[in-house]
């Protein structure tokens, strides 16, 4: 009788041995919670609707909302840096741009991440092309014209850009160098002066964005000569690529995307991935971001990795041709 029961105490423990493995190896499905998504500048600028729009139709695609946090300061360092630092769970990710994580490395001394070793692309969002731009004053219609102005006039003409590093001072020191020009460069504090003053024809050359300045260039008030882009802008077809006249420029990309702390696991990272390439093809998500003038991009991870180191390196080269150093 003892031997009977010992046995049957034996088989039970072994079956139990048997459904712990079994019930720990158990995992719910990824998401079973709330994502938190971090961005590092104020509400109220075109990348956060976007950021949002983007972050609600993904939450319902996956069941669980993404929770939007804006941490803004210090030009995007306050809410990188507190992103780098979060759990690589695949429950917290950060919406990100070409200026706060990768330019702010050269701009900033000690920052306390790596662009490439603290995160994780998930995937590019979308681009927003600049364009080279004078106004209506300029006696050139195309960037051959302009430049052949420039050499005839050398130093006379000036570029402004939102501050010193910033990516159309960047972007104007990688021009003059193409081209060969010589122009001054002026710093503003922001693109709404730089429109002013271009549009009153105290400045004679900007690298910005054609949105906020759309129905002034329609109307005849500025002028529109490239896009700094390797292709023609899709919404403005007519207009070149600065590569068009110059081959060997290579402008770095204006984008937004989603990157997670590194370490996240590659099965999450590729499911997020899949999720927001499949928001991207929404016809009325896409619709909203070419309203801002954004490219629409919903690249892979690995697209998405390589296109940060290749901007990392022209990024590099532009600080330094421009003689900027970090503070």
Known sequence: MRHAKQLIAGALAALLGLACPLQAGAQ?????KPIHVVFPYPTGSPIDAIGRLIADRAGKLLGQPLVFENRGGANGIVGTSYAARMAPDGYNIHLTTTSALLLNSYLRKDLPYEPLKSFTPITAVADLPVALMVNAKVP??????????LKRNPGKLNFASVGNGSFNHLLGEQFKAAAGVDMLHVPYQGAGQIAM???A?????TILSVGSLLGQWKAGQIKVLAFMTPKRHPLHPDVPA???DFPDFRPFGNWMGFVAPAGTPAPIVAKLADTFKTVLQQPDVRAKIEEQHWSVIGSSPEAFAASLRDDTAILRAAVDM???KPE
């Open 242 to 244: 600065i590569t068009e």
């Open 28 to 32: 719910q499905p990824y998401p079973n």
């Open 197 to 199: 003053e271009l549009l």
């Open 322 to 324: 421009a003689g900027v």
């Open 201 to 205: 024809g105290r400045l004679d050359a």
């Open 140 to 149: 050139a219609n195309t960037t051959r014209e302009f430049v052949d102005y």
